[in-house]
């Protein structure tokens, strides 16, 4: 049979790598199932002149999704995530990234996660499903 893939962590995350000249370079903060970041995104993340890319707002809920199942020891990979865009995101905002992860079955970890901007307004919220890879190694 063949060996599976390890999930390897070069610092190269397009979210979150801090090596990666062209990431977000978001900075998440977990514990106990649950993650948060703080961040501002400028125009070159945006679709429409002034608003924010839908898709970079997916990748950001996606990654606290992943940091929320990282804070129960395991390393993921997203199976599915459903994404609800509530308001346009404008470029220059400071927004509030949070996430909160339980282990539902064996393999699957459920999450959901959110962002608001300064005023507690929700601007886009997820809910995605994890498959744990790999138990994180404590060292
Ligand atoms: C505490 C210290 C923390 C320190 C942290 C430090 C540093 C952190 C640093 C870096 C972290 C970096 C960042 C995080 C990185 C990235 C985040 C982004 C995440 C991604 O960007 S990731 C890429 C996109 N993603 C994929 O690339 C997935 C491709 N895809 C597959 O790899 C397969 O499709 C897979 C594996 C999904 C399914 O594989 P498969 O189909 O072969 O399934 P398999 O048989 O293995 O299933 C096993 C069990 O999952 C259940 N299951 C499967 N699918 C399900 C579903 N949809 N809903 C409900 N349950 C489901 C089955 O029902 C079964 O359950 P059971 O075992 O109970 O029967």
New binding site residues.
């Given amino acids: 049979m063949e060996k599976e893939e390890t999930l390897r ?1 070069d ?1 190269y ?1 397009f ?3 801090k090596e990666n000249p062209k990431g977000l370079k978001a900075k998440f903060i ?2 106990n199932g649950k993650a948060k970041a703080e961040m501002i995104l400028y125009k070159e993340y945006q679709g429409y002149s002034g608003i924010i890319h839908g898709g970079i707002i997916a990748a950001l809920l ?2 606290a ?3 929320a199942g ?2 129960l ?1 395991y ?6 995530i459903k994404i609800r865009y509530r308001k346009t995101l404008k470029v220059g905002e400071k927004i509030i990234i949070e996430a909160f992860a339980e282990q539902i ?4 970890i459920q999450a959901k996660a959110q962002i608001k901007d300064s005023k507690d307004t929700i601007i886009a919220e997820a809910e995605g ?3 744990i ?1 790999e138990k ?1 190694e ?1 060292s």
Avoid: F, Q, R
């Fill in positions: 962590i610092n995350c979210v979150c790598g977990s514990s996606d990654e999704c992943a940091y990282i804070s020891g390393y993921t990979v997203t199976a599915e079955k064996s393999k699957l499903k994890l498959i890879k994180i404590k």
